[in-house]
């Protein structure tokens, strides 16, 4: 019986790879370093003489029925990772036609924030709700919606980017090669640029001004110790992300945001200025009644979850049959 499935979450650093049974219990998971393999093929040849190897000695080649992929810039509509930024492989690449190929298996393949929008809509935040939002802050920023209960793709795959609008006028440079995104002023160098400058233009005492190098990580850990040069970072950037989220949500009504990512972690300090400025600037039937919520589903574990319900979902396909 065909009762499994394998998910698969590729990030910048590291790959995971694992079985995962029909009422999304994570049964083994293994990985490795995605940097090791700079090279395409090379990297699939590893992933899958490892899932191969993990079946095997598990006992799973007569019981797992299809694959699933999480991976950023991938699209759903074509199976590839298309124009990746922060991944060292480029172009276009058919991964899920690649990865059934090899393994004789169905594959499907969504983008890393379209994954984490279904593994929260069936096992997190979202589960019961049909309208909303997910936006995940970390490196990047990437957005998915759902509407009706399904994640909206538009013509091509690529809708949802709301990280990629235009929020200030030639504003400051983002990773995309465009001025003014919402990404630039609310992902990682978002909050580092913040930081920094607020840190240039006031003489005042600051923890911050203590360490080798500024992170999320270090302003929020400076915020919980009172530091008020740090609370005012999170301050702006909450600013510009309620303004951002506002503009989107005032065209699609969402019964709520969900944030993922790991600057999500930096909780009210970033939250609470962040749905001021979105009640300040949405719509005003809608003020009030979009919550923001911070999903409680750990990272690697939703990713691989998520990309199991695209498992589950995908046409069964083998080259035995």
Not at 108 to 120: H, I
Not at 172 to 178: L, R, S
Not at 261 to 290: R, Y
């Amino acid at each position: 019986m065909k009762n499994k499935v394998i998910g698969i979450e590729i990030s910048l650093k590291h790959t995971t790879y694992a079985a995962i049974d029909v009422r999304g219990n994570i049964l083994m998971s293994e990985g490795f370093s995605t940097t090791d393999y700079p090279n395409m093929n090379d990297f699939i040849s590893v992933l899958c003489e490892r899932v191969v190897t993990m079946m095997m000695n598990n006992d799973l080649l007569e019981s797992v029925r299809s694959v699933g992929i999480s991976v950023k810039s991938g699209n759903f509509l074509t199976g590839c990772i298309e124009n990746a930024v922060n991944l060292p492989w480029k172009g276009v690449i058919p991964l899920a036609a690649m990865l059934r190929d090899r393994l004789g298996l169905a594959v499907a393949l969504g983008s890393t924030t379209q994954v984490r929008g279904l593994s929260e809509h069936v096992f997190g935040a979202a589960h019961g709700m049909k309208n909303f939002i997910v936006v995940t802050l970390g490196h990047g920023m990437g957005t998915s919606l759902f509407s009706n209960g399904q994640i909206h793709l538009g013509i091509d795959g690529f809708a949802g980017e709301m990280g990629h609008s235009c929020l200030v006028h030639n504003g400051w440079q983002c990773g995309c090669g465009k001025k003014g995104c919402v990404e630039a002023y609310v992902a990682e160098k978002g909050v580092i640029r913040t930081a920094t400058e607020l840190l240039a233009e006031s003489s005042e005492p600051s923890l911050m001004r203590q360490a080798d190098a500024i992170t999320p990580e270090l302003v929020t850990e400076c915020c919980e110790k009172g530091d008020a040069l740090a609370i005012e970072t999170y301050r702006r950037v909450g600013y510009m992300l309620g303004l951002g989220i506002a503009n989107y949500a005032s065209i699609i009504n969402p019964e709520a945001v969900i944030f993922t990512g790991g600057i999500s972690k930096a909780g009210n300090f970033l939250f609470d200025p962040a749905l001021e400025s979105f009640n300040s600037h949405v719509f005003h039937n809608m003020e009030g009644k979009v919550p923001f919520i911070v999903s409680t589903l750990e990272e690697t574990e939703r990713d691989l979850l998520g990309a199991s319900v695209l498992a589950w979902d995908v046409e069964e396909y083998s080259l035995f049959k």
